[in-house]
């Protein structure tokens, strides 16, 4: 929607705003002009085809005529209202919700009196202000309508669309625990690259702390998942259930615990280590000589506590 600049009539100025841009218009006029074109000539030929084999061929030229002139023009309606039933579309929801508010006021007031009225009034609006997770649902798939809007209002202010100014599809979108998640599909002519430089201005629309881009699809490069985040659910404190084990009767001690420090080597106990005792190693027997004589014991041998005995 855009603004129009005031004008002036009889010596007045009054100020206009235009539902639908002046290019939207104008591009909108030129292809339903398209449309009907196109549509009274394919269904008027395949009319008068058809009806060439029942017909005289002139017959079946005005009976084609007949048939695709009208469809024609319903399908220059369509494409002419298209930009309105595309804002209908963006405000279907809450339309709903209005339409069905209203209807329940109405048959509320009709059907009940004053006091009823206000008793139900006052419950439907009282108890989810009172109660806590109902309050935060609420709130939580409020801002869900809200988000959506806020994105359109970025596709349409300061990210590049495609030459015939189509904005892309805004599908759905549900709470999360740190915020709201939105499924998007891109028009031709943007992709995620694009969007993934104004991330801290989508931010900003959407009053987020932070907003992410993800694909929702592997085969589809199209189809994106907004993720905007508004608060952390983290850096909650979290109650441990380990100090309600604690018993409140358990004696506490009096004296603290001393830890000593800056010990000296003498003043620290090493274990010592005894080795066992090793028993004397067993005599070796003589090995014959060559000529069958056994050779003499050597009595010069090294003594029994040699170290080589040890070994």
């Not at 009907?36 to 005289?56: D, E, K």
């Not at 989810?128 to 806020?150: F, G, S």
């Not at 909650?236 to 018993?247: E, G, H, W, Y």
């Amino acid at each position: 929607m855009s603004k129009s600049s005031p004008r002036r009539f009889a010596g007045k100025s009054t100020g206009t705003v235009t539902v639908i841009e002046a290019r939207v218009h104008r591009s909108s006029a030129r292809r339903a002009k398209l449309a009907f074109i196109l549509t009274a000539v394919i269904v008027g030929v395949l009319a008068a085809v058809v009806a060439a084999s029942y017909w005289h061929p002139i017959v079946a030229l005005i009976v084609g005529a007949l048939i695709g002139v009208p469809c024609g023009a319903a399908a220059w309606l369509l494409v002419r209202i298209w930009p309105v039933l595309q804002r209908l579309w963006w405000w279907a929801t809450e339309i709903v919700l209005a339409v069905l508010l209203l209807t329940a006021w109405v048959q509320l007031a009709n059907h009940t009196s004053t006091v009823v009225m206000l008793l139900v009034v006052a419950l439907v609006v009282g108890v989810p202000a009172a109660i806590p997770p109902v309050r935060r649902q609420v709130k939580a798939w409020a801002w869900c309508l809200i988000v959506r809007h806020r994105l359109r209002v970025c596709f349409a202010q300061f990210i590049i669309a495609n030459q015939s100014g189509s904005l892309p599809l805004i599908l759905w979108a549900r709470p999360t625990p740190v915020g709201e998640r939105v499924w998007v599909y891109l028009r031709p002519g943007l992709s995620a690259k694009d969007l993934e430089g104004r991330l801290d201005k989508i931010a900003v629309t959407c009053h987020a702390s932070t907003v992410l881009i993800e694909r929702a699809s592997e085969t589809n490069a199209a189809y994106l998942r907004f993720d905007i985040k508004r608060r952390e659910v983290l850096d909650a404190r979290v109650n441990s259930p380990l100090v309600d084990q604690i018993d409140p009767t358990a004696p506490v001690s009096a004296s603290p615990l001393t830890v000593p420090t800056a010990l000296d080597l003498p003043d620290v106990d090493v274990p010592t280590i005894t080795l066992p005792a090793q028993g004397k190693p067993a005599a070796k027997k003589p090995t014959n000589s060559a000529n069958g004589s056994t050779p003499a014991a050597d009595t010069s041998s090294a003594p029994d506590d040699d170290v080589s005995d040890w070994i």
